[in-house]
C-alpha cells in the first residue's frame, strides 16, 4: 500500500507497540510503525498512510513541542510529547512519596511544561488534615493545587479542575491507586477506564491501567491517562539542570562559595544555611540529596 495516500494525524494511544492514531478528518486508525522506529509518544503529531481496514502505519511525526520524559536505569522514555500542562495526582490514601511528587514537578519545570498538583480523595477527612501540612510547602513555592474528589463527587472534581483544563493537552500522572482514572472518569463522559477495585488496593502494587491514553474532554482539550509509576529517575538532568528544575534551590543560585555547588557537604553553602534557619523545607532538602545522588550514579 505504499502509493495509498498520506494523513497527519494525534498519536491518541499507545499500548506497547500498537498506537492509535486520529486523523485530522476525526477517523480513528489502529496503526503500527516502520520496523525498529518506535520513537513515537502519545501527543506525537504523526503522518500516516492507511493500510485498510481502520489500520495504517506510522511513516513519521512532526518535531516535538516538548517532551515529558523519565528514566529509569537502562533508558529514558517519553511519557508524552507536547503537553500544555502535567497534573501529579497524589492523594492522601494510600500515603503519597513526596519524592516522587518532586521529581515529577522537577521533570515538568525542566520539559517546560506548566506543572498542577491534583489532590484527590479529599473526603478522607481525617487522612487529608495530616497531609495538609505538607500541601502547604508547595503552595509556598507556587505550584498550583486543586483539592478534589471524584470518587464520591465527580461534578464537583470536574467543576474544579476543568478551567484550568479547558482547550490543552494535559497528562495526568501518579503513583498507581492515586485515582488518576477515577478522575478522568469523572471528566470525560464515557471513557469508562477500569479503577482498582478495593481488594486490589490492598494488594501489593499492582497497576490498573497499563496504557497511555489521550481523551478528548467535552468543552475543549484533550486529557491523557497513564499507568501508575513507583519510580521516576531523572537520569536525564544534569545536575545544574535539576537544581534549576527546584524552586527553592534556583533562588539561592550564585549564592554558595562554589558555582557548582551541590549543597551536600560544600563549605559556605547558602542553601544549606537557609535550611538551618528555617527558609527552606528541610524535608524538600533531604529529597534534593537523594535526587542529586540520583543522577550520579546514572
Ligand atoms: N475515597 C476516595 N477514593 C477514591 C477517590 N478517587 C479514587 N478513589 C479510589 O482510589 C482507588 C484507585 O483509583 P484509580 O482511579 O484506579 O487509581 P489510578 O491512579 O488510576 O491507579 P493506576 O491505574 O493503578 O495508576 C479506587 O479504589 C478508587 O475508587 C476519591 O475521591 N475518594
Ligand atoms: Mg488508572
Ligand atoms: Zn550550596
Redesign the pocket.
Known amino acids: 500500500m505504499a502509493n495509498a495516500p498520506e494523513s497527519q494525524g494525534l498519536l491518541i494511544a499507545a499500548y506497547g507497540r500498537q498506537f492509535i492514531v486520529q486523523t485530522t478528518e476525526g477517523e480513528r486508525l489502529v496503526c503500527v510503525t516502520r520496523a525498529r522506529n518506535h520513537d513515537f509518544a502519545v501527543g506525537d503529531q504523526t503522518v500516516i498512510r492507511a493500510t485498510g481496514g481502520g489500520c495504517g502505519v506510522i511513516e513519521t511525526r512532526l518535531a516535538r513541542r516538548n517532551e515529558f520524559k523519565r528514566s529509569d536505569a537502562r533508558r529514558t522514555k517519553v511519557l508524552a510529547a507536547n503537553l500544555d500542562a502535567v497534573a501529579c ?1 497524589i ?1 492522601p490514601d494510600p500515603p503519597f512519596s513526596e519524592a516522587l511528587l518532586m521529581r515529577v514537578l522537577a521533570s515538568a519545570h525542566e520539559a517546560g511544561i506548566e506543572p498542577a498538583i491534583i489532590v ?5 477527612l481525617e487522612a487529608s488534615a495530616r497531609i495538609e501540612p505538607r500541601l502547604e510547602v508547595y503552595q509556598r513555592l507556587g505550584y498550583r493545587l486543586f483539592k ?6 465527580p461534578g464537583g ?1 470536574a467543576q474544579t479542575v476543568h478551567p484550568w483544563l479547558a482547550g490543552r493537552l494535559t497528562a495526568v500522572v ?10 478522568i472518569n469523572a471528566l470525560v463522559p464515557g471513557a469508562d ?6 481488594s486490589e ?1 490492598l494488594g501489593t502494587g ?4 497499563t496504557f497511555t491514553k489521550a481523551f478528548q474532554l467535552p468543552n475543549d482539550g484533550w486529557i491523557i ?1 497513564s ?2 509509576f513507583q519510580e521516576f529517575v531523572l537520569g536525564h538532568l544534569s545536575d545544574s539542570q535539576l537544581a534549576h528544575s527546584i524552586p527553592e534551590i534556583r533562588e539561592y543560585m550564585g549564592a554558595c562559595r562554589f558555582s557548582n555547588c551541590r549543597h551536600l557537604e560544600e563549605p559556605d553553602c547558602a542553601v544549606r544555611a537557609a535550611v538551618a534557619n528555617g527558609s527552606i523545607d528541610a524535608r524538600r532538602m533531604q529529597i534534593w540529596r537523594e535526587l542529586i545522588g540520583d543522577v550520579r550514579r546514572l
Open positions: 495526582v492523594a484527590n480523595k479529599s473526603d478522607l478534589i474528589a471524584p470518587g464520591p463527587d472534581a501518579g503513583q498507581s491507586g492515586m485515582g488518576k482514572s477515577t478522575l477506564l477500569a479503577t482498582q477495585s478495593i488496593a499492582r497497576h490498573t491501567t491517562d499507568p501508575g
